[in-house]
């Protein structure tokens, strides 16, 4: 058991206001994300209360398994436990398993008192608070439910010497009410791969029993695999392990945890002694700490090649942190200069920094380029499934049934067999061919063969011949949600075609919920600007889905869109996704499958966002609705949603036209115009000068329409009074006159008109 003091240190006075700014900000909550493969693990701090949007963070979450560390969480709120509710009951619809580390003793008083506290996720670590009198000084101790089993049950602790004093301290709560949560929760032990991502990666505490050296062995032909998860240390088998060693032998290290002096020393060991013997020596899913200790190209030897490695990254846009499996033969020429590829954040698709060490990158450069042998291609599927096969019995039933989704593929998976073998080149329809008895599968969409699918068994939602390759469809949700689905066309990357298909989901989202407007008027203004454009360029994809030109029309649709509901608020939440990986006279394809969903409030909010209503100059403008970027290449804009006399209608505007900007500035919100237009031209009315206003029309490019305004000196065309409610009626072409303003149109149109057909 763990003992961590929580008692402060004494520090000299501090300045009583910067002390309580201290304190707020250490309130605050905090989440951090970490990611490794299949395992996301978010770490919480300080108060969680109604500003915590559980619901959204909840969708944001697609793993295996989910770790939960509430180590640092200082106070619960009432609305903190709605919110904390609906984010468990969120998140771990999309993990197969959900696990919750060192729960403070905050985190233990709410899973006695709120049913679903911990949804179906299991506590596997808390802490237990302790007294010491002699000193005055509060303590926590951390239990373990694999460790601590007995303890609990017993719902006793035993006295304790004191961290600070060494006086005995004492457990300083009821039993019987602290444990009455953790006695009802059965006696379970970490998976290898989590229990190697706490301790290695996090440098979290882990029973020993979690950390020990496990192996799985695999013999097919001359090839021979193993599979090491836990730790390296004095006790590795080398001798046991290298027996008999030949042939090709792959080595999965990818759950190997922390890395002591003597295993280091008995693996280099074990290494040479298998050289001999092995005619190829592959070390597979090798993580930092192993690349740092064992991978110079002394401890390699003359035979043993890297072929996939992890490589840690940070996103300062979403603070991501995350390891990500990379391919020596992939990016062999970028790191033989030792330089860390370019990735994107999987959450934000954010730029990502690689915070790799130095150390790592300098080992990287040294890496040969490997070279596998077509027998490991061919044997490789089965290899893989044989050696997890006794990993997946040991699960727990409650484990197994927690995620009602798709299930999510392993990092072995991903790895062997989108980088592995897209490195190797080889026909993937080989592997498929030695597993399925040499039937080969050409998919949903016959683009080739079939040489990958994730997850195995294609999701329900997902009905074949219902969606063609790049099409998309949204429907309502029995809970009042939206849900949309999309494909996307064969991409050349697996990054490309999910990008595609999120963005399908969005638009058709998106054209759903112009259904939710609950207005005439805006249906009579709005969907006639996009809806003919958006039809034409869909259809033509349907046509010939390998057009170019088609597919560029409807992605660069789909991307305006996409962006502008994000911008406007909108925080797509993944609820299901789905691959199929060809292999194609082109070379490798990939189609990816995505379900997407809008919550009801969402909805509610955007709807009454897009139909909110602003006046100035005698107009009525709405913000531009995300699907006007099919008609028009813009990304923002005010539309014009009526107009009544004044300074606007006599420049030569109409319905349905689009303002981008105002004197040379672009507003990014209706508000924001309308505080613009108004400021300026109440300004220029004043002085005197030229308003201008770029604006988007018919289906030509943007147009200027201008009005020369004179000064206060100079006998004022509209005076600021009429500004808001014009009651002037004079000719544009009768300046002088109240309410008369001289306007022109550059591209050609007479003055005082310049005005397109309003329907168009």
Same mark, same amino acid.
């Given at each position: 058991?763990?003992?961590?003091?929580?008692?402060?240190?004494?520090?000299?006075?501090?300045?009583?206001?910067?002390?309580?700014?201290?304190?707020?900000?250490?309130?605050?909550?905090?989440?951090?994300?970490?990611?490794?493969?299949?395992?996301?693990?978010?770490?919480?701090?300080?108060?969680?209360?109604?500003?915590?949007?559980?619901?959204?963070?909840?969708?944001?979450?697609?793993?295996?398994?989910?770790?939960?560390?509430?180590?640092?969480?200082?106070?619960?709120?009432?609305?903190?436990?709605?919110?904390?509710?609906?984010?468990?009951?969120?998140?771990?619809?999309?993990?197969?398993?959900?696990?919750?580390?060192?729960?403070?003793?905050?985190?233990?008083?709410?899973?006695?008192?709120?049913?679903?506290?911990?949804?179906?996720?299991?506590?596997?670590?808390?802490?237990?608070?302790?007294?010491?009198?002699?000193?005055?000084?509060?303590?926590?101790?951390?239990?373990?439910?694999?460790?601590?089993?007995? #303890?609990?049950?017993?719902?006793?602790?035993?006295?304790?010497?004191?961290?600070?004093?060494?006086?005995?301290?004492?457990?300083?709560?009821?039993?019987?009410?602290?444990?009455?949560?953790?006695?009802?929760?059965?006696?379970?032990?970490?998976?290898?791969?989590?229990?190697?991502?706490?301790?290695?990666?996090?440098? =979290?505490?882990?029973?020993?029993?979690?950390?020990?050296?496990?192996?799985?062995?695999?013999?097919?032909?001359?090839?021979?695999?193993?599979?090491?998860?836990?730790?390296?240390?004095?006790?590795?088998?080398?001798?046991?392990?290298?027996?008999?060693?030949?042939?090709?032998?792959?080595?999965? #290290?990818?759950?190997?945890?922390?890395?002591?002096?003597?295993?280091?020393?008995?693996?280099?060991?074990?290494?040479?002694?298998?050289?001999?013997?092995?005619?190829?020596?592959?070390?597979?899913?090798?993580?930092?700490?192993?690349?740092?200790?064992?991978?110079?190209?002394?401890?390699?030897?003359?035979?043993?090649?890297?072929?996939?490695?992890?490589?840690?990254?940070?996103?300062?846009?979403?603070?991501?942190?995350?390891?990500?499996?990379?391919?020596?033969?992939?990016?062999?020429?970028?790191?033989?200069?030792?330089?860390?590829?370019?990735?994107?954040?999987?959450?934000?698709?954010?730029?990502?920094?690689?915070?790799?060490?130095?150390?790592?990158?300098?080992?990287?450069?040294?890496?040969?380029?490997?070279?596998?042998?077509?027998?490991?291609?061919?044997?490789?599927?089965?290899?893989?499934?044989?050696?997890?096969?006794?990993?997946?019995?040991?699960?727990?039933?409650?484990?197994?049934?927690?995620?009602?989704?798709?299930?999510?593929?392993?990092?072995?998976?991903?790895?062997?067999?989108?980088?592995?073998?897209?490195?190797?080149?080889?026909?993937?329809?080989?592997?498929?061919?030695?597993?399925?008895?040499?039937?080969?599968?050409?998919?949903?969409?016959?683009?080739?063969? #079939?040489?990958?699918?994730?997850?195995?068994?294609?999701?329900?939602?997902?009905?074949?011949?219902?969606?063609?390759?790049?099409?998309?469809?949204?429907?309502?949700?029995?809970?009042?949600?939206?849900?949309?689905?999309?494909?996307?066309?064969?991409?050349?990357?697996?990054?490309?075609?999910?990008?595609?298909?999120?963005?399908?989901?969005?638009?058709?989202?998106?054209?759903?919920?112009?259904?939710? #407007?609950?207005?005439?008027?805006?249906?009579?203004?709005?969907?006639?600007?996009?809806?003919?454009?958006?039809?034409?360029?869909?259809?033509?994809?349907?046509?010939?889905?390998?057009?170019?030109?088609?597919?560029?029309?409807?992605?660069?649709?789909?991307?305006?869109?996409?962006?502008?509901?994000?911008?406007?608020? =909108?925080?797509?939440?993944?609820?299901?996704?789905?691959?199929?990986?060809?292999?194609?006279?082109?070379?490798?394809?990939?189609?990816?499958?995505?379900?997407?969903?809008?919550?009801?409030?969402?909805?509610?909010?955007?709807?009454?966002? =897009?139909?909110?209503?602003?006046?100035?100059?005698?107009?009525?403008?709405?913000?531009?609705?995300?699907?006007?970027?099919?008609?028009?290449?813009?990304?923002?804009?005010?539309?014009?949603?009526?107009?009544?006399?004044?300074?606007?209608?006599?420049?030569?505007?109409?319905?349905?036209?689009?303002?981008?900007?105002?004197?040379?500035?672009?507003?990014?919100?209706?508000?924001?115009?309308?505080?613009?237009?108004?400021?300026?031209?109440?300004?220029?009315?004043?002085?005197?000068?030229?308003?201008?206003?770029?604006?988007?029309?018919?289906?030509?490019?943007?147009?200027?329409?201008?009005?020369?305004?004179?000064?206060?000196?100079?006998?004022?065309?509209?005076?600021?009074?009429?500004?808001?409610?014009?009651?002037?009626?004079?000719?544009?072409?009768?300046?002088?006159?109240?309410?008369?303003?001289?306007?022109?149109?550059?591209?050609?149109?007479?003055?005082?008109?310049?005005?397109?057909?309003?329907?168009?």
């Amino acid at each position: 058991m763990e003992v961590q003091p929580t008692q402060p240190s004494s520090k000299p006075p501090v300045d009583a206001k910067a002390a309580a700014a201290e304190a707020a900000a250490a309130l605050k909550l905090s989440v951090e994300r970490f990611a490794d493969g299949g395992i996301v693990c978010l770490k919480f701090g300080g108060t969680i209360d109604e500003s915590f949007e559980g619901k959204k963070l909840g969708g944001s979450i697609q793993c295996d398994t989910l770790v939960l560390d509430l180590g640092g969480v200082k106070k619960i709120s009432s609305f903190g436990i709605r919110e904390w509710v609906d984010f468990v009951a969120t998140a771990t619809k999309h993990a197969r398993s959900t696990v919750l580390i060192e729960c403070a003793p905050k985190v233990v008083d709410q899973l006695n008192m709120v049913a679903n506290f911990a949804g179906t996720g299991r506590v596997f670590s808390f802490y237990a608070p302790f007294r010491c009198d002699y000193c005055d000084s509060e303590h926590k101790v951390l239990l373990q439910v694999d460790r601590d089993h007995e #303890v609990i049950k017993a719902m006793k602790l035993a006295e304790r010497p004191c961290l600070s004093c060494k006086e005995g301290m004492y457990f300083d709560d009821d039993g019987t009410t602290f444990f009455s949560y953790m006695v009802g929760q059965e006696k379970f032990t970490l998976e290898p791969e989590v229990a190697a991502f706490l301790a290695s990666k996090l440098d =979290y505490a882990v029973a020993e029993g979690a950390r020990k050296l496990r192996v799985d062995k695999v013999i097919e032909g001359r090839t021979t695999y193993l599979r090491l998860a836990g730790d390296l240390d004095r006790a590795f088998p080398r001798d046991k392990l290298a027996e008999g060693l030949e042939g090709t032998v792959i080595i999965d #290290v990818a759950s190997v945890g922390k890395i002591e002096p003597a295993g280091a020393a008995e693996w280099r060991s074990f290494v040479q002694m298998i050289t001999p013997g092995a005619e190829q020596l592959y070390l597979f899913g090798v993580q930092p700490a192993f690349l740092d200790k064992l991978c110079s190209p002394q401890d390699l030897g003359k035979k043993a090649q890297v072929l996939s490695f992890a490589l840690p990254y940070a996103c300062k846009t979403c603070s991501t942190s995350s390891a990500h499996a990379l391919d020596v033969a992939t990016h062999h020429e970028v790191l033989k200069f030792a330089t860390a590829p370019e990735l994107r954040c999987t959450t934000c698709k954010g730029a990502m920094q690689c915070t790799a060490t130095e150390t790592s990158m300098a080992i990287l450069s040294t890496l040969p380029k490997p070279t596998p042998a077509p027998e490991l291609v061919k044997s490789l599927g089965m290899l893989r499934e044989r050696a997890l096969a006794p990993s997946k019995a040991k699960r727990p039933a409650a484990a197994a049934a927690v995620a009602p989704g798709p299930p999510r593929a392993s990092t072995l998976t991903r790895v062997v067999l989108v980088l592995l073998i897209a490195a190797l080149g080889l026909g993937g329809v080989v592997v498929y061919r030695v597993m399925s008895g040499g039937h080969v599968d050409k998919g949903m969409f016959g683009a080739g063969a #079939v040489v990958e699918r994730a997850p195995a068994i294609r999701p329900d939602w997902i009905v074949p011949g219902k969606l063609g390759l790049g099409a998309a469809e949204a429907a309502n949700g029995p809970d009042g949600s939206l849900i949309g689905i999309a494909v996307s066309s064969l991409a050349t990357s697996q990054q490309d075609a999910e990008d595609e298909a999120q963005e399908g989901a969005i638009d058709a989202i998106a054209a759903e919920l112009a259904r939710h #407007v609950n207005d005439k008027a805006w249906f009579a203004i709005v969907p006639p600007i996009y809806e003919s454009a958006r039809n034409a360029k869909l259809a033509a994809l349907a046509r010939d889905p390998s057009s170019t030109q088609a597919r560029k029309d409807v992605h660069e649709g789909r991307q305006v869109t996409a962006y502008r509901l994000r911008t406007d608020g =909108y925080v797509p939440t993944l609820t299901g996704s789905y691959r199929e990986v060809y292999d194609t006279a082109e070379g490798r394809r990939y189609v990816a499958f995505v379900q997407l969903s809008m919550f009801k409030d969402t909805i509610a909010k955007l709807s009454a966002h =897009y139909n909110k209503q602003v006046k100035t100059l005698g107009g009525t403008f709405i913000p531009m609705f995300p699907l006007v970027g099919w008609r028009y290449p813009i990304d923002h804009g005010s539309v014009v949603f009526s107009l009544d006399t004044g300074p606007l209608k006599d420049i030569g505007l109409a319905e349905r036209y689009i303002i981008t900007s105002v004197d040379g500035r672009d507003p990014p919100s209706v508000d924001d115009f309308a505080k613009i237009a108004t400021d300026t031209y109440t300004k220029l009315s004043d002085r005197g000068g030229t308003f201008r206003m770029d604006v988007q029309a018919g289906d030509g490019g943007k147009r200027e329409f201008t009005a020369e305004l004179k000064g206060a000196n100079e006998g004022m065309i509209v005076p600021p009074s009429q500004i808001h409610h014009p009651t002037g009626t004079g000719h544009p072409d009768q300046p002088g006159t109240p309410g008369g303003v001289n306007v022109w149109d550059r591209y050609g149109g007479n003055k005082g008109s310049g005005r397109d057909d309003p329907t168009q």
